[in-house]
C-alpha cells in the first residue's frame, strides 16, 4: 500500500506569510494527489487536483506543484480564513486512495 | 449542483452493523463517470478513505476495512449505502459520502456521526 506522509504535522504563521506544506509518498505516483483544507467542524474542501490544477472557486494564492514522491502546498500569502487542517491524498494506486495525516496551520 | 447527504442511526451498539445512505440530487448517479465514496474520520483524528462504487457496481474497499464493509447503489433512488459490520468503539467516527471523478473528492455531504455504544 502507498502511504502518505506530510510534514509538518502542524504549524503557526502569520497573516501575510508564505506558507509551504509537504506531502511523501511512500512510492511515486506521478502528479495523482489532491489538497484538501477542512475548517473545524466543516466539511474538507478540494483545493488542488492532479498536483498542481487549481479547483474552480479557490483563490489563486493556493498552489500545487510535485511529482512522483514529493508534491508540496503553498499558500502564497497566509490569509485570516486559511486556518485549518490541509490533507493530501493520492489517487495513484486506484482504486485504492491514501489520505495524509493533515497539516494543521493555525494564525500566529 | 450536485448535493449529497448522510442519513442513519447515530448509534449503532457494538457487534452490530452500522448502516448509512447517501441520497444525491442535482445529478444521476447512473450517468457514469463518476466514483462514490465513503469517507470517515475518528474523533479529532484524520480522514479515511473506506471505498467507494461505480453505478455499474463495481466496488473498492480499503483493505484495513474490506472484510467487514459493503458498499452498494441503488440507482432508481439515486442513492449508494455504507454497511459496516461488527462494529466496535474504534469504528465512531464522522462518515461522509462523496463524490470523486478521477481526481479525488470534489463533492461531499455534510457528514454524520455514528457513536458505536451500548
Known amino acids: 500500500d502507498i502511504q502518505m506522509t506530510q510534514s509538518p504535522s502542524a504549524m503557526s504563521a502569520s497573516v501575510g506569510d508564505r506558507v509551504t506544506i509537504t506531502c511523501r509518498a511512500s512510492q511515486a505516483i506521478s502528479n495523482y494527489l489532491a489538497w484538501f483544507q477542512q475548517k473545524p467542524g466543516k466539511v474538507p474542501q478540494r483545493l488542488i487536483y492532479?498536483?498542481?490544477s487549481l479547483q474552480s472557486g479557490v483563490p489563486s494564492r493556493f498552489s500545487g506543484s510535485g511529482s512522483g514522491t514529493e508534491f508540496t502546498l503553498t499558500i502564497s500569502s497566509l490569509q485570516p480564513e486559511d486556518f485549518g487542517t490541509y490533507y493530501c491524498?493520492?489517487?495513484?494506486?486506484?482504486?485504492?486512495?491514501?489520505f495524509g495525516g493533515g497539516t494543521k496551520v493555525e494564525i500566529k | 449542483q450536485v448535493q449529497l447527504q448522510e442519513s442513519g442511526p447515530g448509534l449503532v451498539k457494538p457487534s452490530q452493523t452500522l448502516s448509512l445512505t447517501c441520497t444525491v440530487s442535482?445529478?444521476?448517479?447512473?450517468?457514469?463517470?463518476?466514483?462514490w465514496s465513503w469517507i470517515r474520520q475518528h474523533p479529532g483524528k484524520g480522514l479515511e478513505w473506506i471505498g467507494y462504487i461505480y453505478y455499474s457496481g463495481s466496488t473498492y474497499y480499503n483493505p484495513s476495512l474490506k472484510s467487514r464493509v459493503t458498499i452498494s447503489v441503488d440507482t432508481s433512488k439515486n442513492q449508494f449505502s455504507l454497511k459496516l459490520s461488527s462494529v466496535t468503539a474504534a469504528d465512531t467516527s464522522v462518515y461522509y459520502c462523496a463524490r470523486d471523478g478521477c481526481c479525488g473528492m470534489d463533492v461531499w455531504g455534510q457528514g454524520t456521526t455514528v457513536t458505536v455504544s451500548s
Open positions: 491524498l493520492q489517487h495513484n494506486s486506484y482504486p485504492v486512495l491514501t
Open positions: 442535482g445529478g444521476s448517479i447512473s450517468s457514469g463517470g463518476y466514483y
Open positions: 492532479a498536483a498542481s
